[in-house]
């Protein structure tokens, strides 16, 4: 069970209008016509398509890859995939990763699924809380956590699913992520292309300095190869 939140924490809680946060990593079909295509917000080479669900519109389970060297353009009328040669500056921004909650102390109130939890959800901080930027909490045994109402409930399907830690996810030029499977190595970002290195000498790539040197190995994918469960284990 989760650790009580402290006093100072409860009394910021009781001073917030909490409210469900649909989180920005989801493709969004809210007031969209079935049938139209919606961008990954996680990688602009793909795109969801929204299809009427028992009377709902719902994105796509998976998202449907744009050809070769070519990205999903939302500046048309229509967004379509276009080739990525003489693709404007910033085409390929914002992105988001979908395995880190949006919770970064400025909407303090706004509930957010948990990554890979599905029987837990976060509730956002304001940047000067004492117990960091979110706060975890756990459903009612035997209940799910839907990130699109913000509401414990029993339907396992309305999880949100969309955190892959085997997955590296690039977000901005120049940031670099450890590969989920080696730590050993790591990836510099340029999205929507990645280049990847090796630590040298043996050594492993540290995700809290974002440097190789000879710290724990952090493998983020935790060998389960699964969407939902997974979580980053240190190998001593």
């Known amino acids: 069970m989760t650790a009580p939140a402290t006093t100072h924490t409860l ?30 917000p996680t990688d602009c080479t793909k795109y969801y398509v929204c299809l009427l669900v028992n009377g709902e519109v719902i994105p796509s389970d998976e998202p449907v890859p744009c050809p070769d060297n070519q990205y999903f353009n939302t500046d048309h009328t229509v ?8 693709a404007p500056q910033g085409f390929c921004s914002p992105l988001c990763d979908p395995c880190v909650p949006d919770c970064d102390g400025t909407n303090p109130g706004t509930l957010q699924p948990h990554p890979q939890d599905c029987n837990k959800y976060y509730i956002c901080l304001s940047k000067d ?20 109402s913000g509401i ?57 300095t974002n440097i190789c040197d000879a710290s724990e190995c952090y493998i983020t994918c935790g060998g389960g190869g699964g969407r939902r469960g997974d979580k980053s284990v240190v190998v001593g």
């Open 11 to 40: 009394l910021l809680l009781l001073a917030l209008a909490i409210h469900p946060s649909v989180e920005i990593c989801a493709p969004d079909c809210t007031n969209a016509d079935p049938g139209t295509s919606v961008r990954d």
């Open 79 to 86: 967004p379509r995939c276009d080739s990525i040669n003489g």
């Open 129 to 148: 809380s004492k117990d960091g930027h979110f706060l975890e909490q756990d459903c009612p045994s035997g209940s799910y956590f839907d990130f699109m």
């Open 152 to 208: 414990c409930q029993e339907d396992l399907t309305l999880c949100y699913d969309y955190c892959d830690p085997c997955v590296p996810h690039c977000t901005y030029d120049g940031q670099l992520i450890i590969d989920p499977l080696d730590c050993h190595r790591f990836y510099q970002c340029t999205p929507p292309t990645m280049s990847v290195f090796l630590c040298p000498h043996e050594k492993m790539f540290n995700i809290k």
